[in-house]
C-alpha cells in the first residue's frame, strides 16, 4: 500500500455529529460518490489530502529505485518495458497529484511537505535495488502489493480519487506482470539469475509486507477512514491477502520464501506467516532506513536544479502575456 | 565510365557493408541519445518533464531497435539488434559526437535534443522515400514520433531562450557548447556516399539548408544569437568517440558483459 500510517482526523461518534455531518455520512454509506465542489467535513478533506499526497509522492520517489537500472537495463526490450513503465509511475503521480488538488491543495504545496519531511511516501522506496532481478521483484511484490491496496481503492467514497485509481489499476496490473515476467525469465536461466532472483525474494519479501501498515491492533488511523471508505479493508486484511496470492507464485517459480514459520492453516483458510520486523519499518518510516536520504535527496535535488526552469517558463509566459497587452491597446 | 576490374560479387558485398555501416549510425544516434534521455528519469524539473523524457527515450529506443534490427538482417549473420547494441565497444559504435555530449543541466539537453530533432525531422523525410521500402517504413513510422519530438523541444528552447535572465543566459551557453558538434551532421563519406549512389538514403549536406532554416528560425524567435562559422569537431560517424562513451557503454553493456549467453 502506498498510503501508510495517514493520520485520520475526526473519529466522532453519532451522537457528536451534527446533522450535516450525519446526513454526509449516510452519503457514503449509501455508495455515493463525493465530488470536489461539495460539502464535506474538514477531517475527511484533510485525511483525504494526506493519504492522496503520500499516495502520489511514492509514484513519484517510486521512479528512482527502478530509473536505477533504466541505463543498464539488460536487452532493448527490457529498456523498453522499464522506461515504459516508470513513465506511468509518472503519469500516476500527475492523476493524483490532480485529484487533491481539487481539495484546495496546490501541486507545489504538496511538493514543498514532501521535501520540508512534513509527507511521507511509501517505506519500501527506501530500500535499493541491488541486481536486475529487483526489477522483477519490486514488479511482482511491490506492484502486487500496491493492487491488493488500490483495487478496493477504485471504490473509495471522493469521486476525483476513485477515478483516478481506476485508470491507475489498468496500468498497474501490466506492472506486476511485467515484472514476474522478468522472475520467470532468472529463474529458468543460469544458476548465477536464478540465485540473483532468490535473493532479490530474500530482500523484498518483509517490506513488501510492510507496505500495507502496522498490525490492525497497533493502527490507530483505521476506524474513521473506514467509516469514510477512504481505506476499504483493514492492513491486515491486506497482507493476509498478499501473503496467500503470492506464496503459490513464488513456489511455481521454484524460490523459497524467506520465512520459517510459512505453512498453510487449513482452519483459517490462509497462510500462517512471520510478522516482518515492525522496529526496522518504524526506523524506516522515521528517515532512517537504507535509502531514504538518497530518495528524498535526489527529488529535492532535481525541484532546485529545476527552479530556473520552471521561473524561466513563467518568465516567457508573462511576456507573452504583456506583448498581447500591447496589442490589443495598440489595435484600440 | 570507367571499366570494372573487380571480382563482380565485390560490389554487392561493399554495399552490404556500407548500408550495415549506414544503419548504425541511424540505430546507434537513436540509442545514445535515448539512454541520455532516459538519465533524467525522475530527477528532471518538472513532473511533466520527467514524463516527456521517459516518452521521448522510449520512442529513441523503439527506433534504435528497429534500425538495428534490419543492420542485423543485412548483415547476414545471424546478430541480432541486442548483440550489436550490447556487444560492440565504443570504436564500432557509428553515432554522431552530439547525441553523447553529457546531459549538464536540462538546458544542455534540450538544445542537445533540438539541435538532433532538426536532423532527425530532415532525414526522416527524406527516408521515406528510400529505395529501400524498409527503411522508408521505419521512417515513416519515425517521423511521427519525431515530428512531436522536434516540436517539443523548438518550443522549449524558444520559451527558455526568451524567458528569464538566467535561462537565456543558460540557454546561450548550452548552443556554444553544442553547437561545434552538429557539423558532423552534414559530412559526406563513402559509405554516405554509396547510400546515396543506390537510393537508399540523401546526402547528408543536402540536408544542411533544411535544418539552417529550422535552427535560424527557433533562436531568432528564442532571440538567441546564431553561432555562425564556427570550428566543428568530428569523428563519431566512423568510430572515432569522445571519452563520455566508453561510460555509457559500461554501464548499458554490464550485465550482457558479466553474465555472456545469459537470457533476460
Known sequence: ?332 | MTTRTQDPAAEPSAHRDAFVDWLQRMGDNCLILGHRASEWCGHSPALEEDIALANQALDLIGQCQFWLGLAAEVEGKGRTADQIAYLRDAGAFRNALLVERPNVDFGQTLMRQFLFDAWHMEILRKLKSSSDPRVAEIAAKAEKEVAYHLERSADLVIRLGDGSAESRARMEKALKALFPYTGELFTDDAVDQAMAAAGIAPLPSSLKAGWDSTVSAVLEEATLAHPGEVWQHKGGKRGVHSEHLGYILAEMQFLQRAYPGAVW
Open chain 1, 1 to 332: 500500500m502506498y498510503a501508510q500510517l495517514v493520520q485520520s482526523e475526526g473519529g466522532k461518534s453519532r451522537a457528536e455529529m451534527t446533522p450535516r455531518e450525519i446526513a454526509f455520512q449516510e452519503r457514503i454509506d449509501r455508495g455515493e460518490k463525493i465530488e470536489p465542489k461539495e460539502w464535506m467535513p474538514e477531517g475527511y478533506r484533510k485525511t483525504l489530502i494526506r493519504q492522496m499526497g503520500q499516495h502520489a509522492h511514492s509514484e513519484i520517489v517510486g521512479q528512482l529505485p527502478e530509473g536505477n537500472w533504466i541505463t543498464r537495463a539488460p536487452t532493448l526490450e527490457r529498456k523498453a518495458i522499464l522506461l515504459a513503465k516508470v513513465q506511468d509511475e509518472a503519469g500516476h503521480g500527475l492523476y493524483l497529484y490532480s485529484a487533491a488538488e481539487t481539495l484546495g491543495v496546490s501541486r507545489d504545496e504538496l511538493m514543498e511537505m514532501l521535501h520540508s519531511g512534513k509527507m511521507k511516501y511509501s517505506s519500501i522506496f527506501n530500500y535499493p535495488t541491488l541486481t536486475w532481478a529487483d526489477m522483477g521483484a519490486v514488479g511482482w511484490l511491490v506492484d502486487g502489493a500496491a493492487i491488493m491496496n488500490q483495487v478496493p481503492l477504485q471504490r473509495t467514497s471522493y469521486g476525483p480519487y476513485s477515478r483516478a485509481m481506476i485508470r491507475i489499476c489498468k496500468e498497474e496490473s501490466f506492472h506486476q506482470r511485467q515484472g514476474y515476467d522478468i522472475m520467470m525469465k532468472m529463474c529458468a536461466g543460469t544458476p548465477e539469475q536464478k540465485a540473483m532472483a532468490q535473493d532479490a525474494l530474500n530482500r523484498f519479501w518483509y517490506p513488501s509486507l510492510m507496505m500495507f501498515g502496522p498490525s490492525d491492533k497497533d493502527s490507530v488511523h483505521s476506524a474513521q477512514s473506514m467509516a469514510w471508505k477512504i481505506k476499504m479493508n483493514t492492513n491486515d486484511e491486506l497482507r493476509q491477502k498478499f501473503v496467500d496470492q503470492t506464496v503459490p507464485q513464488a513456489k511455481y517459480l521454484g524460490l523459497t520464501v524467506p520465512d520459517e514459520n510459512l505453512r498453510w492453516n487449513e482452519e483459517k483458510g490462509g497462510h500462517d506467516f512471520s510478522e516482518p520486523d515492525w522496529a526496522e519499518f518504524f526506523e524506516v518510516i522515521a528517515g532512517n532506513g537504507p535509502c531514504n536520504a538518497e530518495r528524498l535527496g535526489a527529488r529535492v535535488k532535481a525541484w532546485d536544479d529545476g527552479a530556473w526552469f520552471r521561473d524561466g517558463l513563467m518568465a516567457h509566459a508573462g511576456k507573452q502575456e504583456e506583448r498581447r497587452a500591447a496589442l490589443r491597446l495598440a489595435a484600440e
